[in-house]
């Protein structure tokens, strides 16, 4: 583990725990199963902190390969000191590294090379040498002549040759080369024009016409437009440093003679060094840097929406009717029962003269399959359709809720191969309906099924490094995944995979196990499945709920390891482990009496949650925004109207949000509190309700201005949703009943 002192110093943890850690990763052991259930070992390492010790470990993994291979390069080529194998080997970064192998590094034919050639090192190191020792010359042209030959017809020939060799050496240097790129980094200026092809107002990018910002000050989504911009042709976009004080930098630490010629010999040299030598490749090197950093605030932020959509609360598993609207095409209904089983589908016309027939064959699926919900798809003819469902569901008893939903990335799933091989005999229309149905009784199961680039709540996700991305964002989805539990009977082959320790040949094996011998009937069932030992079951049980089972503790997150000791706990409290799990007061139980070699505090903390609430959802109650009646287009809003309206994304600017028209308004960053703002994620998230105040209206653009700050005097979150920790401590919700939901969405509720 010759990384973990490393890596422990820069996370501030001791040795000993990512020694742990990685240790537990090297024996397949997944983060999610290791931040849950490998507590003692690691001293509670979080999630967060295990996937930054991974990330460390294959980064210095992968600088300690290239180091080797640098070594061997240069020792091949003989040129191998000691010094030069020290400084290699104590170097921390890639960009040190290859800047102390540049001058070594196999490159084509340069200027340099051709002098070299031609025999004109000698020369360079002569003036090399003069410059270092401050000896006199009188004449350079002088000193030059004597390498006059075939190849070299003159004096000036010869000068210009060293030249050459000189700056590139001058160019090569690791420490000039650090000082030029932190130079450009803290006070260079990042400038951009659109192209005379692009008249005024054509472009997307008209705020970048005539764009200047510090490099150091420039936000990520700025970077990432203007290198989109470039990468179009539409936009130029330069980066320029203090060109006189790096050379007046690299003039100090190179000249030593104060010889005059010599001097402004030198001083000709070193200003084509940095000009044709260093200026282009550090410049992109810096840009590249940024471009990276950019890249990865934005998928960061791309993260933290997805693992907000995907921990949405779920309306529940009950009997539920999904609508794709559309008005010439019709709207697609389909039925689904309680576990996301399709049932039934129908076109109706509502739209286009037929809604007396569209209300009756509605009406008829909704007491046919005891529909308990009606989702509606936001997108096209959304409202017009919500308006219908809710003339055909008015006089119904029991009366159906229905509730809009966004359904975007319904599309993408409909023609997905997963939705293929789930309805492989049902229309690409049909499968958005089902999508958005499934939706709303459990949103994580439904949108693992999709991209989650695709989903939309995030910001030039196609311009980011896309294997960052995909990694980032399957950590994402596989956290919460296991964050939440997955019911083992009704979980899809999609959502089982994301389970720790579960890969995709054995999801398929569960599914075909369950669908050939019946529901599980408890954990160690698993073990039967095909592909799935002892490992992998140590890995995936703990997170797999099965409900009604044997054994109650198998619909919890205490893991089938520690089934023994929750056992003697209940015993200790006389509650029969076999007996349907009540709520229990175990605050002042004296765990210490329970702690063994294997099993340590907090763990046995753990299992006493579970036990005091067994089969708890961690995820928040499921809330809703109530559209203003009479504002369904842009032309109805004013300013200063004060709207109810729900985060749909969150960037670095600010944040979207969804108030009941056709567009989304934002929230700059600026009005989001009374305070000063760095990160927008630190006062909103996706799928908050929030409450906003209408500050402009630009009807040819179609952008609307809102603030939060203006509605709640700016203290902070605008309508603040439950902590992780208080997620996680909350029970889970007896079932609801129909009345339950009628109750929460009765209000008048109209989105687009």
């Given at each position: 583990m010759q990384f973990?002192?490393?890596?422990?110093k820069d996370l501030s943890v001791r040795p000993a725990q990512v020694e742990a850690a990685l240790e537990l990763l090297e024996t397949g052991a997944t983060v999610p199963f290791i931040a849950r259930y490998r507590k003692e070992k690691t001293g509670e390492l979080d999630e967060r902190q295990l996937r930054q010790i991974e990330e460390q470990f294959a980064y210095l993994s992968e600088l300690t390969n290239r180091k080797q291979t640098v070594l061997e390069s240069i020792d091949n080529q003989g040129k191998l000191t000691p010094e030069l194998r020290n400084r290699i080997t104590q170097c921390t970064s890639k960009t040190e590294l290859e800047d102390l192998y540049l001058p070594y590094r196999p490159k084509r034919r340069t200027r340099a090379t051709i002098a070299r050639e031609k025999g004109l090192e000698p020369l360079a190191q002569q003036l090399a040498q003069l410059n270092q020792t401050g000896q006199a010359v009188q004449s350079l042209e002088t000193l030059a002549a004597e390498y006059v030959s075939d190849q070299v017809p003159d004096a000036a020939t010869a000068l210009q040759g060293a030249a050459d060799i000189l700056a590139e050496g001058i160019a090569e240097q690791s420490a000039l080369r650090a000082y030029v790129r932190q130079t450009l980094l803290k006070t260079g200026t990042v400038s951009s024009k659109i192209k005379p092809d692009y008249p005024e107002g054509s472009t997307k990018y008209e705020m970048y016409r005539k764009y200047d910002c510090a490099i150091a000050k420039l936000a990520p989504h700025n970077l990432l437009a203007l290198l989109r911009g470039d990468k179009e042709g539409i936009l130029k976009v330069n980066l320029t440093g203090d060109e006189d004080n790096i050379l007046e930098h690299l003039d100090y630490s190179q000249i030593r003679t104060k010889q005059a010629n010599l001097r402004q010999f030198y001083q000709t040299v070193i200003k084509d060094a940095f000009s044709r030598l260093m200026k282009n490749s550090l410049t992109n090197e810096v840009i590249?840097?940024?471009?990276?950093?950019?890249?990865?605030?934005?998928?960061?932020?791309?993260?933290v929406n997805i693992k907000n959509l995907l921990l949405a609360a779920p309306a529940g598993m009950k009997p539920t009717l999904g609508v794709d609207p559309g008005f010439r095409t019709g709207c697609k209904v389909a039925a689904i029962d309680g576990t996301g089983k399709f049932l039934d589908y129908k076109p109706i016309f509502p739209h286009t003269g037929k809604q007396e027939s569209a209300a009756k064959i509605l009406s008829e699926m909704i007491k046919r399959h005891n529909i308990q919900l009606i989702a509606i798809g936001n997108g096209t003819a959304s409202r017009e359709t919500d308006a219908f469902v809710g003339s055909v569901i008015r006089d119904l008893e029991p009366k159906p809720i229905k509730v809009m939903v966004n359904e975007s990335g319904a599309s993408i799933y409909s023609a997905s191969e997963v939705a293929i091989s789930e309805f492989p005999d049902l229309d690409i229309t049909v499968r958005g309906a089902i999508s958005i149905a499934r939706r709303l009784q459990d949103p994580l199961a439904e949108l693992v099924k999709i991209e989650p680039k695709s989903i939309g709540v995030g910001q030039y996700q196609h311009d980011v490094d896309q294997?960052?991305?995909?990694?980032?964002?399957?950590?994402?989805?596989?956290?919460?995944?296991?964050?939440?539990?997955?019911d083992l009977n009704i979980a899809s082959r999609e959502l089982l995979t994301y389970v720790s320790g579960i890969s995709s040949a054995v999801a398929n094996n569960i599914v075909a196990y369950r669908n050939e011998n019946g529901a599980f009937n408890s954990r160690r069932q698993l073990l039967k499945v095909a592909k799935l030992g002892p490992k992998a079951y140590e890995q995936c049980a703990g997170f797999l709920r099965i409900r009604d089972g044997k054994n109650p503790l198998d619909n919890t997150a205490v893991h089938p390891e520690s089934y023994n000791i929750a056992t003697t706990i209940l015993k200790d409290q006389g509650v029969d482990s076999k007996a349907v799990l009540s709520e229990l007061n175990l605050a002042n139980l004296d765990l210490q009496r329970y702690v063994t070699e294997a099993v340590g505090l907090p763990t046995l903390r753990d299992i006493v949650e579970e036990l005091e609430k067994p089969g708890r959802d961690p995820r928040a109650e499921f809330t809703y925004a109530s559209f203003q009646e009479g504002v369904n287009e842009i032309s109805d809003l004013t300013e200063g109207m004060i709207l109810e309206g729900v985060i749909t994304n969150v960037a670095n600017f600010g944040a979207f949000v969804d108030i009941g028209v056709h567009q989304d308004g934002l929230v700059h960053v600026s009005q989001l509190a009374n305070r000063f703002v760095s990160d927008p994620k630190e006062i909103v998230q996706v799928g908050q309700v929030v409450k906003v105040k209408v500050l402009e209206?630009?009807?040819?653009?179609?952008?609307?201005?809102l603030s939060i700050k203006a509605v709640d005097g700016g203290g902070g979150k605008a309508a603040p949703r439950p902590s992780k920790k208080q997620a996680v401590e909350k029970a889970a919700p007896k079932p609801a009943s129909l009345s339950d939901l009628q109750a929460k969405f009765s209000r008048p509720k109209r989105r687009r």
């Open positions: 973990a002192p490393v890596i422990a590249a840097e940024k471009k990276a950093w950019a890249d990865g605030e934005s998928i960061n932020t791309f993260a294997k960052q991305l995909k990694q980032k964002l399957d950590a994402t989805v596989e956290s919460c995944v296991n964050y939440v539990g997955v209206i630009n009807k040819e653009l179609k952008r609307i201005g």
